[in-house]
C-alpha cells in the first residue's frame, strides 16, 4: 500500500479542506492511504479515506508555552498523524534532530503517528556530506518509545523542497536504499519512507514505483484538487 501525504504548509481554510476531503473520498481506493497535514485552526477528524494531521507538536506537554499546541490538543481534534522534523520547522524554530525526536516522542505517547522528515541542504550535499546528514537524521530523529511502523520517515531533499527541482530518481533510489537499510539496522524493517520535494502529477507515477519508495510528501501540488487528485490518480 502507497501513502500519498499533502502538506498544506499555511494554506487553506476550513471549507477548503471539507471541500477536498469530498473529492478525495470520491477516488481513494484501498490501494492508496491518504493523509493531508494541515494548519492547527483546521484540525477535525479525517474519515475511512483521508487521515487528518498536524504539521507540528510542542515539544511540551502543556503549561507556560505560549504558542505551542500539544500532541494531546491535536488528538483531541481527531486528527490522527503530525509531521515533525519539516525542513521550514526545523530552519524556523532551530530545530535539531534532538527536538525532533522529543516532539515524535510526545506524538507517539498520544497516539499521533509522526512524519518525521529529514533531508540535506544544498551546502551538506555540495560538501558530500548529504548521506551523513541523512543517516545521522533518522537515527537522531526517531525516539526510543518508536516501534516498527509505528512513525513514517519522509526524506525530503531540502535543495529541493517548494523550488520545483526533483532530484534524478537515481538519487531518490539511492538515498531510500540507505535510509532502508539504516531503519533495518535499527530494527524498523516495516516502517515506510517517503519521498517529498517538488512531486507533482507528471512526476508522482515514476517516484512512487522507485524500489524503497513507499509514497509522497507532497506540498505546492496538494493545495488544489485540480492537481491533488490527478496525483493520487496517477499513483495507483
Ligand atoms: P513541495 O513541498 O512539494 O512544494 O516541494 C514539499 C514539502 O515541503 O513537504
Known amino acids: 500500500m502507497k501513502i500519498i501525504a499533502g502538506n498544506w504548509k499555511m ?4 471549507a477548503a479542506l471539507d471541500d477536498m476531503i469530498d473529492a478525495i473520498s470520491r477516488v481513494a481506493t ?19 479515506a483521508v487521515m487528518i494531521g498536524a504539521q507540528n507538536v510542542s515539544k511540551f ?23 515533525v522534523g519539516h525542513s521550514e520547522t526545523r530552519d524556523e524554530l532551530h530545530d535539531k534532530n534532538a527536538d525532533v525526536s522529543i516532539r515524535a516522542a ?9 512524519i518525521i522528515c529529514v533531508g540535506e541542504t544544498d551546502t551538506e550535499r555540495d560538501a558530500g556530506i548529504g548521506t ?6 533518522v537515527r537522531e530523529s526517531v525516539p526510543v518509545c518508536a516501534t516498527d511502523g509505528g512513525f513514517i520517515i519522509a526524506y525530503e531533499p531540502r535543495w529541493a523542497i517548494g523550488r520545483g527541482i526533483t532530484p534524478d ?20 524493517a516495516n516502517t515506510p519512507i517517503l ?3 517538488s512531486v507533482t502529477a507528471q512526476n ?25 487528485i490527478p496525483i493520487i490518480e496517477n499513483a495507483k
Open 11 to 14: 494554506n487553506g481554510s476550513r
Open 30 to 48: 484501498g490501494d492508496v492511504r491518504i493523509a493531508l497535514c494541515v494548519p492547527y485552526t483546521m484540525l477535525r477528524a479525517g474519515n475511512a
Open 61 to 83: 506537554d502543556g503549561g507556560a508555552h505560549t504558542g505551542n499546541v500539544s500532541a494531546a490538543m491535536v488528538r483531541a481534534t481527531g486528527a490522527v498523524a503530525t509531521l
Open 106 to 114: 510526545r506524538a507517539i505517547e498520544n497516539d499521533l503517528l509522526p
Open 132 to 137: 551523513d546528514v541523512v543517516v545521522r537524521g
Open 169 to 188: 530518481m537515481s538519487d531518490i533510489e539511492n538515498m531510500h536504499k540507505i535510509i532502508r537499510k539504516t531503519l533495518d539496522d535499527m530494527g524498523f
Open 195 to 197: 519521498y517529498g520535494a
Open 204 to 228: 508522482v507515477h515514476d517516484i512512487i514505483n522507485i524500489k524503497n519508495v513507499d509514497g509522497v510528501l507532497v506540498g505546492g501540488a496538494s493545495l488544489k484538487k485540480q492537481d491533488f
